[in-house]
């Protein structure tokens, strides 16, 4: 479903090239829990942002779903981002000034649904985070756990064909952190495809595969 | 969608309420200012136009030229040209003309017992009511016998009756008037009734003599002031004022229209309008300048907004924003802005002009063209100004505006 070919990303920090990828490839298959990790400067962030249609490769391509994106403009990597793909950020990444009904249901005003559905949609996905009694709150107004479950279910609300979640856990306590890793693996169980960037082995282990990076090259990759 | 955006645009302005009004302050300045003027303007315009007419449509003054100084001769004024008889002389050649009114002036100070007052003395025959559309309040005015004899009548404006008697009746009573350092006595026969301003000073600060009294004994001179000419219509004004300026060279011999200048009510009236217009732009101009000052106003608030709203644009670009919805967002954010701010200058330009028409006693005059220029002005430049920030928000890298703290 997912697929990276020989990808390559060089960053021009004024005079120096900086290769944060160096030939990287691999394929996930529709519903696995990949998890990728490597140290820092390892390029797990840049592969990322790559995968989640932020950023383009310098070199290489890369296929979802059959469809070669890398080379797609601003508009249709948006327009992907939307459809495709679902983020879970370590700082949750919610409108602070927006209640979480709004919050989930941002990704859903960029998709033009309507907005009876979109409220309907956006209440389902806080009730299967169990935050269904909070729709008004506000992020300032709960606990770093919920605001987390917000972002889970924002992510899922349009249904992507990937879950991307960067280092999901390292702003929550190790309990907290314990209850995402639990909603993840009952969402994976569900159907969903989930790829992870985390540090942390504990967490990691939660996934079924752990691609290891290093200086920008894949050191590890094996099924647990 | 475009429900979505206005909303989201009212509530990024409702978060930071201060800020939203100290940024529209530019523009409600300016749109207040703009409707303000225009309308203080106009309606200043339509009060000066309708007293010039008040004195009279048809009226044309005959005024002394003024000769150049060249060659070693000093610039002067021609004192020595309008005779009586050159009035009766336009008055009959003249066909458009209805009748000539030669008038003396002088300062005199007039003295009651112990009150004094200074005051404009004119000397004129009896047709100067009629001519001016300025009628007595009580008594009579100078008659033809009062020519004849060189009488020493007076008829007071009401301000200088006013000055002498106060409230007590100043018919039949005699006054002192002094006139270059020599005293006369005078008979007051008339009170004119009570006129605002006009073109040749306030009126009410004014007396009548006979023109015959004022030559012979005041003056001693067989020149008169100026002439009032009064066409027989006023459809006819502009013949009359070609007649008598022909008439006048010829019996001048004044090829180079020194000696004399003419003066229609239309002319003034278009002196009037061309400095009244020219005013309203000039202040106008300086309105809109500030208008445009509140746009840069915008345009920082904005910039700083997009700054500080960085990470959110990131959110929302990785939610699926494409670069034309946060282009939108922002731009819809800067005309809610400017608009609003439109809209509180129109209520605030609204309530200047009303304010002002009030202390001016003028008739308030506020055009939908002047407000919906300035509103639509205060649009253009909350787009214009609006389109930058905007911009760079919608160019912003997804990932650079994640990282951003």
Redesign the interface.
């Known amino acids: 479903m997912l697929e990276i070919k020989k990808i390559k990303k060089i960053y021009q920090l004024g005079k120096v090239k900086v290769e944060a990828l160096k030939g990287v490839s691999f394929g996930i298959e529709k519903g696995d829990f990949v998890a990728i990790m490597g140290p820092s400067g390892s390029g797990k962030s840049t592969l990322m ?1 790559i995968i ?1 249609c ?2 383009k490769p310098t070199e290489g391509n890369f296929f979802l779903d059959g469809k070669d994106v890398s080379k797609l403009n ?2 249709k990597l ?2 992907i ?3 495709s793909i679902g ?1 879970v ?1 370590q700082q949750f ?3 602070s ?2 209640s979480l009904l709004h919050n989930v249901e ?2 859903l ?4 649904v309507k907005v009876k559905k979109r409220r309907e949609l956006a209440k389902s996905a806080l009730d299967s985070v169990g935050l269904g009694d909070r729709l008004k709150h506000r992020p300032n107004e709960i606990s770093g756990g919920e605001r987390q479950r917000t972002a889970i279910a ?1 992510a899922l609300v ?1 249904n992507p064909l990937i879950i991307l979640a960067d280092e999901p856990t390292g702003n929550l306590d190790t309990k907290t952190g314990e209850e995402i890793m639990r909603i993840f693996n009952r969402l994976n169980q569900e159907g969903h495809t989930i790829i992870m960037v985390t540090h942390e082995p504990d967490i990691a282990r939660h996934a079924r595969r752990i691609i290891r990076l290093r200086d920008g090259l894949i050191e590890r990759d094996e099924k647990i | ?1 475009f429900f ?1 955006i206005i909303k989201l645009a009212f ?2 302005l409702r ?1 930071n309420k201060l800020r939203t009004f100290l940024s529209m302050l530019g523009i409600i300045i300016g749109v207040g200012a703009v409707i303000a003027i225009v309308s203080i303007g106009s309606g200043a315009r339509e009060q000066i136009t309708s007293r010039i007419s008040s004195l009279g449509s048809n009226i044309i003054n005959i005024l002394p030229g003024t000769s150049r100084g060249w060659g070693g001769r000093v610039s002067r004024s021609s004192t020595d040209i309008f005779t009586l008889e050159l009035a009766d002389y336009l008055e009959q050649v003249c066909p458009s003309v209805k009748r000539v009114l030669p008038l003396s002036q002088g300062s005199g100070l007039l003295i009651n017992g112990e009150l004094n007052v200074q005051a404009t003395l004119n000397g004129v025959n009896t047709y100067y009511p009629e001519v001016n559309n300025y009628n007595l309040a009580q008594g009579q005015f100078i008659n033809e016998e009062d020519l004849e004899n060189n009488r020493n009548v007076i008829v007071l404006g009401s301000q200088v009756a006013e000055n002498l008697f106060g409230n007590t009746n100043a018919l039949g009573e005699k006054i002192k008037l002094n006139f270059q350092n020599r005293d006369h006595l005078f008979t007051v026969i008339g009170v004119m009734e009570e006129k605002g301003a006009g073109l040749m000073g306030n009126l009410n600060n004014q007396a009548y003599i006979p023109i015959t009294t004022f030559m012979k004994k005041l003056s001693n001179s067989r020149f008169v002031t100026y002439y009032i000419a009064q066409a027989s219509s006023s459809g006819e004004a502009s013949s009359a004022v070609s007649e008598i300026e022909f008439f006048l060279t010829k019996y001048l011999k004044d090829e180079e229209k020194e000696k004399f200048n003419i003066m229609s009510q239309d002319e003034i009236l278009e002196t009037v309008n061309s400095v009244t217009a020219s005013l309203s732009l000039m202040l106008g101009g300086i309105a809109a300048i500030s208008l445009l000052v509140g746009g840069i106003g915008i345009m920082n608030i904005m910039l700083v907004s997009v700054t500080e709203r960085t ?2 644009i ?12 946060i282009m939108s967002q922002f731009l819809v954010e800067a005309l809610s802005l400017s608009g609003m701010g439109g809209l509180v200058g129109i209520l605030l330009g609204w309530l200047g002009a009303y304010t002002i028409a009030q202390v001016g006693k003028w008739p308030l005059v506020i055009t939908p063209v002047s407000v919906l220029l300035a509103f639509g002005f205060a649009l253009i430049i909350g787009l214009f100004f609006g389109l930058y920030p905007a911009m760079k928000a919608a160019r912003m890298d ?2 650079e505006a ?1 990282r951003y703290e």
Do not use: C, Q, W
């Open positions: 942002h989640g932020l950023d601003d508009d948006a327009e981002r939307n459809k983020f950020f990444n919610l409108l000034r927006a941002t990704p005003i960029y998709a033009g924002r349009n | 969608m979505e509530d990024s978060t990470r959110e990131g959110i929302r670009k990785a939610l699926g924003a494409k670069n034309k919805n997804p990932v994640l």
